[in-house]
């Protein structure tokens, strides 16, 4: 069974700070979505990611991900307050070197982020 | 282009009671899914189907039923509404790609099992 496990759960940040979600997860896939959440809302697409080694970034957000270590990060720098959001990520197991996607994610927990003044 | 479309957005049912939540998606899209979030845990797959005529089960199946007669609707039923029944749906779409593909969700659908 695939897990994806997200840290921290919970993030209270200061505007200007830097920070990073961690997405661990237990398959081989080489294919992670990072997707936000505003309360109340539908899940907006943030990035995919489709091999090891892949980066993106948009705006003050870049993800990475490392199939080696089944790991992929999310990096906030320079933290604002409209970044307030939950953020998952989620991961799509259709196994190492590629292979067709049905679009059936498992996700992680989600990590609450909060950006104070 | 309306994306992928859920109704109702809120519904109050009585336990026992059952309903169908209406999915429809005007992109062509082969793959269809239903997820359900609870707090603390992120969205979990219920179901989700290839094309038209093929469904399968996800990780929590057991109280909805599905059908895919077309394309573009994948509707999901409630067959005997229960209170761990209540959530937050979300209906998605996607098509084909090696080459990677993004997901559309819907808006989602509050439900509320008295």
């Known amino acids: 069974e695939l897990k994806v496990e997200q840290n921290p759960l919970f993030l209270s940040m200061q505007e200007g700070k830097n920070y990073t979600i961690y997405c661990n997860y237990s398959?081989?896939?080489?294919?992670l979505y990072w997707y936000r959440q505003d309360p109340g809302k539908s899940l907006e697409s943030l990035f995919v990611l489709l091999s090891n080694g892949a980066v993106k970034q948009e705006g003050r957000l870049m993800a990475s991900l490392d199939t080696k270590a089944r790991l992929s990060t999310l990096h906030i720098t320079a933290a604002v307050h409209d970044l307030s959001a939950t953020y998952f990520c989620a991961v799509d197991d259709i196994g190492p070197a590629g292979g067709t996607s049905y679009g059936k994610l498992t996700f992680g927990q989600g990590t609450i982020l909060t950006v104070h003044p | 282009n309306a994306g992928v479309t859920q109704t109702p957005k809120f519904q109050v049912l009585k336990t026992g009671q059952s309903m169908t939540l209406q999915c429809a998606q005007d992109?062509?899209?082969?793959?269809m899914s239903w997820y359900r979030q609870d707090p603390g845990m992120g969205l979990r797959l219920i179901h989700y189907?290839?094309?038209?005529?093929?469904?399968d089960q996800g990780e929590v199946p057991n109280g909805y039923n599905v059908s895919r007669s077309t394309t573009e609707d994948f509707p999901l039923r409630l067959l005997s509404a229960a209170p761990s029944q209540t959530s937050v749906y979300f209906c998605a779409s996607s098509r084909t790609g090696l080459s990677g593909n993004t997901i559309y969700f819907g808006e989602g659908s509050w439900l509320t099992v008295v």
């Open positions: 398959t081989t896939s080489d294919r």
């Open positions: 992109m062509n899209h082969e793959y």
């Open positions: 189907s290839v094309g038209a005529g093929i469904t």
